[in-house]
Structure formats: structure tokens, C-alpha cells
């Protein structure tokens, strides 16, 4: 009967379409994206009353201040939304984003023409001024076939703030994506970024989330063509009080696919929340892929939460390869008493445990401004919790 059911449930949708019980169909229609209760499995984790009336979907006017650097030969410009689903966004999956794309009313349209290839880093630098502000974004990042760009999306100040992105990768092409969320501390950040892979091209995308009050991220992925490749990489450190949610679904919908997920995560200070929900659908038509998914967190000090859950949903076994690890532990003590005995201070040893526990992801992040920051920023935020109390 359980077998029946979950068959059944997989089965749902138009045509060969599967539905993930981790990621709702996508709709434009709002009737589609109801208002959630926090009973929900996508929403469980999520604290509803702090999202300070985002959902309920008011209309607004206010924006953010964008400040861009764009290299040679690419362009952005403001499209409509029909010209935006007719450019192939990809449609919300939960409340944020189908708000997001009806409010919004245009789109911003970052374009890489094909065959460019771009030395220099996109960088789309997004600020807001008050959390009184309600904004709404929709973003649609188009790489052309065989081109080669990086893109970074930066926002900072303060603001209620819910996005959908939409990256279309064309066939061939090479597109290394990173948006970092560094708010101010009462600010809430809702955001769904969703990739088309084309045939033979290869995505990094990275998600970084280090300030605001509320942070719930959603990465998406799914194929054009076979032999798409997709990495999804995430680096979060939670404070005090703050929530960090960050949300993945790599949809293996094409034969000869890869996908692979790190995301590694701190937490100190009383309140600290952090969510990682990671999900990997197989379908029937996916034969000879490779997929893994692995989420890492380290607890700092007492008074925190990590939640981690890893999924696998597979529905044929003519795959390469499939794995999920997940773990959440404190200091190694191993490591501690070794850093110890050779006479580094409690102090120098926990921050050099912290440095190595996030150095390896950092280093695949590919953009070295970004990467010298990170570091940076991991010493602020050990600064402001774990080595004080050492001092």
C-alpha cells in the first residue's frame, strides 16, 4: 500500500512530468501556492511570524538600488513579463517566487551573448535602505551558447525582500554564479534561484549567507540536454537569533547528467538556526547519470540548531552513480588536543579548526575577491561569538 502510494504520488503532473514531494509543480498561478500554515514539509522549518508579512503579498513600488559593473559586450536591460516567460523563466515552485514574479511586474534581463567569453566578474550590487520597505525582484540571467562569464549578486543594507532568478545556460557554455547575502540584521531575504543546464555546458552556482535576520534560499537545477553538468556549492554562518535556510533541488531530467552539492555551515550564539534541505530526483529517462549531495555543519557553542535532510528520489537504476552524506558535530576534541599539545592556545586552535573546516569550500568558489572576503568575513564572525568569549 506505502509502495502504491509513493508510486502514485510520483506519477502525478502532465505527460511524463514527476512531482517531488520536496518541490511543488511550478504555476504561475497564486491559487497554486497557498498561503502556508508551517505544517507543511517545505515550510516546517521556516519561521512563518518572522517573515514580517512578505507572504501575504502586498503590492510595492519600492527597490532596491542597483549598482552594476558589466564588462564589454554584455548588457542589462528591463524586459516585460511576457517577454520574460517568453525568454524561458522558469516558473515559481513555492509562494516567494510567484509572488516575486507577480509583483514585480518586469524583469531585469542580464544578457551574455554567445561565444563571449568575459575575463572580468558581473557584478550586480543590490542594496536596501529600511526593512520597512517591501520589494519585490525578478532576475533573468541569459548566457548564450559557448559562452564562458561569471556572475556575482551582492545585497546588503536592509530590506523584506523576495526574489525569483532564473538562469538559462545555453548549450556548451560556462556560467560560475554566486550570490551572497550579507544584510543587515533585521533584514529578510526570501529567494529562489533556478538554473537550466544546456546540453554539454557545466554551471557553478554558490549561495553564501552570512547576514540578515531571515534568510531561506532555494537553488534549483534541471537539464536542457545530456551532459550537463551543475555544481551547487553554499557557505552559511548563523549568529545569534539569526535563521539561515538554504533549500536545493537538482532535478536529473535528461540522460548523462551531473550534479554535485557541498554546502558547510556555523552556528553560535543562542537562537542559532540553520536549515539545509537537499533533494535529487532520478527520473526514468535519467540513465548514466552522477549525483551526490553533502552538507556539513559546525556547532559552536550551546544554544543552536542545525538541521540537515538529504533526499534521493530514484526511479531507475540505470544510473552511474548516487550518494547523500550529511553530519553535525562540535569541535573535534582529536583535533583541539593535537593543535593543543604542540602549544597553540585554545584560542588560535579553535579558529584555525573553523579556518580548515570552511577553507577547502572556499577555495571552489573560482572568484579570488570573493574567496579573500570569505576568509574575512569567517574571522568577523568568530570575532563576534567564539574567540570573545576566549579573550
Known amino acids: ?18 512531482v517531488s ?6 504555476s504561475y498561478d497564486l491559487d497554486d501556492h497557498p498561503v502556508p500554515t508551517g505544517r507543511e514539509e517545505i515550510w516546517r522549518f521556516t519561521p512563518l511570524k518572522r517573515l514580517r508579512g512578505i507572504l501575504d503579498g502586498e503590492a510595492s513600488d519600492a527597490h532596491l538600488t542597483w549598482e552594476t559593473t558589466l564588462p564589454a559586450g554584455v548588457t542589462l536591460r528591463e524586459v516585460g513579463a511576457d517577454e520574460a516567460v ?11 517566487s510567484a509572488l516575486a514574479a507577480a ?46 562569464v561569471t556572475v556575482v549578486l551582492n545585497h ?4 523584506r525582500y523576495s526574489a525569483i532568478t532564473t538562469v538559462v545556460v545555453g548549450d556548451g557554455a560556462r556560467a560560475n554564479v554566486l550570490t551572497l547575502q550579507d544584510w543587515d540584521d ?8 533556478a538554473i537550466r543546464v544546456g546540453r554539454d555546458a557545466s554551471v557553478k552556482h554558490t549561495s553564501i549567507s552570512f547576514g540578515g535576520d531571515v534568510v531561506r534560499m532555494h537553488a534549483n537545477v534541471e537539464y536542457a540536454g545530456p551532459g550537463g553538468e551543475a555544481e551547487l556549492l553554499g557557505l552559511y554562518f548563523a549568529d545569534e537569533g539569526q535563521h539561515l535556510e538554504h533549500r536545493l533541488f537538482a532535478d536529473h531530467n535528461a540522460p548523462k547528467t551531473k550534479s554535485h552539492v557541498l554546502y558547510k555551515g556555523a552556528l553560535q550564539g543562542q537562537g542559532a538556526h540553520t536549515v539545509w534541505i537537499g533533494n535529487v530526483l532520478i527520473r526514468k529517462v535519467a540513465e548514466g547519470i552522477e549525483t551526490y549531495e553533502e552538507n556539513r555543519n559546525l556547532v559552536l557553542t550551546d544554544g543552536c540548531q542545525a538541521d540537515s535532510v538529504p533526499n534521493l528520489e530514484i526511479e531507475t537504476g540505470e544510473i552511474e552513480g548516487a550518494g547523500h552524506a550529511s553530519a553535525t558535530a562540535r569541535f573535534d576534541d582529536e583535533q583541539l588536543f593535537y593543535l593543543r599539545s604542540r602549544g597553540v592556545s585554545e584560542k588560535e586552535a579553535q579558529r584555525l579548526v573553523v579556518h580548515g573546516f570552511f577553507n577547502d569550500l572556499i577555495r571552489k568558489v573560482g572568484i579570488p575577491s570573493i574567496e579573500d572576503r570569505l576568509l574575512e568575513t569567517v574571522e568577523t564572525e568568530l570575532a563576534k561569538n567564539v574567540l570573545k568569549e576566549l579573550a
Open 1 to 18: 500500500m506505502t509502495r502504491e502510494s509513493v508510486s502514485s504520488a510520483l506519477e502525478q503532473g502532465q505527460g511524463h512530468l514527476v
Open 21 to 26: 514531494h520536496l518541490n511543488p509543480p511550478p
Open 86 to 96: 517568453a525568454l524561458g523563466e522558469l516558473a515559481p515552485n513555492d509562494r516567494p
Open 103 to 148: 509583483n514585480a511586474g518586469g524583469a531585469m534581463l542580464l544578457d551574455v551573448p554567445a561565444d563571449a567569453v568575459v575575463a572580468e566578474p558581473v557584478v550586480l550590487h543590490l542594496h536596501g535602505e529600511s526593512v520597512d520597505d517591501l520589494v519585490w525582484g525578478r532576475l533573468i540571467i541569459r548566457v548564450g551558447t559557448h559562452a564562458d
Open 156 to 159: 546588503t543594507g536592509s530590506a
Open 186 to 193: 533585521d533584514a529578510v531575504h526570501l529567494g529562489r534561484d
